[in-house]
């Protein structure tokens, strides 16, 4: 269809595929400690098209495989700019499952300069669901090489718990359904709450999502979540706006 073939001409051209950042903190008015690599389509004739709108398109004609090396190539040069922060990239499990992907990812790292532990992979459960004896491998590789793995939207699947039992992972980030449920329904409260002793005690670090605000940041900080995520923080921004963020000029 039409998109594919406007998304080819992007790829092959490098006009309108763009990589935002959005920050994430150590907690309630302390630095930042990481930005999320979230892909962005400007597209000539239709404006800002936000990566729900394309993604699937690009899974199902392959063409991610591009698009996630070519956001994973922007993270690792963000990551070279701020080597004290890390950089979080979201991981499509077609994308996961193609043939050397470990590898690539690896010899972008390399390319590029960049430490693997400063990169983390977000996964989510589409990535784990496919066959275990591959999955396994494949998060094996790219750990051992020094990638961190988060658990995205964590709660949200069929068997979350399951799979933090059959898998080594180094972080969970709270799914924003749940935080944007915290103070209206009190199973989001237990939820969240459980979640995050569940991580302590996995010795996990636990991010949560769409933090928009105090009495959801007051709660998640009691609760010993370590890092935040959202709104009440900064949304999505391009590399000029993150380097004001990081190194105001007086
Ligand atoms: O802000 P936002 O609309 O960017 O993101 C919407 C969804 O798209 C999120 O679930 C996010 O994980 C996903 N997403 C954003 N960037 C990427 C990317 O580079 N690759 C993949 N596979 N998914 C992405
Ligand atoms: O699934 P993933 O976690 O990668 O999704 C990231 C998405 O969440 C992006 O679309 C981003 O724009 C969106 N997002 C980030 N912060 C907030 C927030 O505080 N509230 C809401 N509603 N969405 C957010
Ligand atoms: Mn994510
Ligand atoms: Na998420």
């Not at 993270?75 to 077609?94: D, E, G, H, K, Y």
């Not at 972008?108 to 990535?127: F, H, Q, S, Y």
């Not at 010795?203 to 928009?212: F, H, I, Q």
Request: with cysteine; aromatic share 6%.
């Amino acid at each position: 269809g039409a998109i594919e073939e406007e998304l080819r001409e992007a790829l092959a051209t490098g006009v309108g595929l763009e990589v935002a950042y959005q920050p994430q903190v150590a907690g309630a008015g302390k630095p930042i400690v990481g930005l999320e690599a979230l892909v962005r389509w400007r597209h000539p004739g239709r404006g800002m098209i936000l990566p729900d709108q394309f993604i699937p398109v690009a899974e199902q004609t392959g063409l991610i495989a591009q698009i996630g090396e070519l956001v994973m190539r922007d993270a690792c040069s963000t990551s070279r700019q701020w080597p004290n922060l890390f950089i979080s990239v979201n991981l499509s499990p077609v994308q996961f499952r193609g043939e050397g992907f470990a590898e690539r990812m690896i010899q972008i790292a390399r390319e590029n300069g960049t430490d693997p532990r400063k990169i983390e992979l977000e996964i989510t459960e589409g990535v784990l669901l496919d066959d275990e004896g591959q999955t396994a491998q494949t998060l094996k590789a790219l750990r051992e090489a020094g990638f961190r793995i988060a658990l995205d939207d964590f709660g949200t699947g069929y068997s979350s718990l399951g799979y933090l039992h059959r898998y080594e992972v180094d972080k969970i980030k709270i799914d924003r359904s749940f935080v944007n449920s915290l103070g209206k329904e009190d199973s989001a409260t237990a939820i969240v709450s459980a979640i995050i002793a569940l991580g302590q005690a996995m010795k996990l670090t636990v991010t949560a999502e769409g933090v928009e605000t105090q009495e959801q940041e007051r709660f998640l900080r009691s609760a010993g979540c370590d890092e935040l995520q959202g709104y009440r923080y900064s949304k999505a921004l391009d590399r000029e706006q993150v380097a004001r963020l990081l190194d105001p000029t007086p």
